[in-house]
């Protein structure tokens, strides 16, 4: 097994892509933490799917736009299973306003939800790696917004860009201490925060239609792309993005 024994947090864990990296983490062996903020049923159920496969998880009610709960969250990992390893930095929100509409809150919340979480989650994961030796990974999953503007979101856009930056910049700061820094940067993924899309014909087919491999991405198209990073064959990777978008910003038609 790829992960046998390694201790994963996952922010934002009992929901879409989250989820499944949760469940394709277990498999491969690893002791998952479930990070959630709302939906705590769902997280048991999440929890008792794992151990019915003979995995291994627990669950931490963490808002991740508090550092003071990502502390929690951090603790909750060595308290469970002895160390952390590995950080995946999932929870992310959107508003889809442009730039003219964005509000003060609006901005303040995406921001603080997918930007600042990712920046205070990485320094305490980074000092709890320096303080247990032998290394880590952070994972953040960015988007191909990082890199491709998306009119009409642009706070969810400059928080995936700063999230860029932030992996670029943290994973040249700790490599020193074998501490690697990655993005993912998913395409279009069917999870709920999509489901505007999902549930609408016309747009779908328009989206498919615009990526190369014709078809949106699952969660598990991401989930087995993190499982493969977070393994030893992954190990010269750093301060880098994997782009996972079935080609869509190779594409001729901008959405
Ligand atoms: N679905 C896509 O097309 C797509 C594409 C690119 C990137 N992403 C990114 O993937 C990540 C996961 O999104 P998803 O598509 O699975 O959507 P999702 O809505 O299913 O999952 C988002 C998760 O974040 C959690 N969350 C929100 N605010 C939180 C907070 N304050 N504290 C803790 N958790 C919080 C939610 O409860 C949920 O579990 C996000 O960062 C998103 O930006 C998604």
């Given at each position: 097994m790829l992960l046998q024994g390694k201790t994963i947090v996952v922010t934002g864990?009992?929901?879409g892509i989250g989820e499944s990296i949760v469940l394709a983490a277990a498999a491969e062996g690893a002791n998952v933490v479930i990070d959630y903020v709302a939906h705590q049923d769902e997280t048991t159920a999440l929890i008792a799917k794992v151990e019915s496969v003979g995995g291994r998880a627990v669950g931490v009610k963490a808002d991740v736009s508090r550092p003071a709960d990502l502390a929690g969250m951090i603790q909750k990992a060595v308290d469970s299973y002895?160390?952390?390893d590995v950080l995946i930095n999932n929870a992310g929100i959107e508003t889809r306003s442009s730039l003219l509409d964005t509000t003060e809150a609006d901005f303040d919340k995406v921001l603080a939800v997918n930007l600042k979480s990712a920046f205070f989650a990485t320094q305490i994961a980074a000092k709890q790696f320096i303080s247990q030796g032998g290394g880590g990974l952070i994972m953040n999953i960015s988007?191909?917004?990082?890199d491709w503007p998306m009119p009409g979101n642009i706070a969810y856009c400059v928080s995936k860009g700063g999230m860029r930056m932030l992996t670029r910049t943290a994973g040249v700061e700790l490599g020193n201490h074998d501490i690697r820094v990655v993005n993912v940067a998913p395409g279009a993924v069917a999870t709920p925060i999509n489901a505007s899309t999902v549930d609408d014909h016309e747009k779908m087919k328009a989206l498919e239609a615009a990526i190369p491999l014709q078809r949106m991405a699952q969660p598990s198209d991401i989930a087995d792309v993190v499982v493969f990073l977070a393994s030893?064959?992954?190990?010269?990777?750093?301060a880098t993005t994997v782009v996972v978008d079935g080609g869509i910003m190779q594409g001729s038609v901008g959405l």
């Open positions: 864990g009992n929901s002895g160390r952390l988007s191909v917004h990082e030893g064959g992954a190990r010269y990777m750093t």
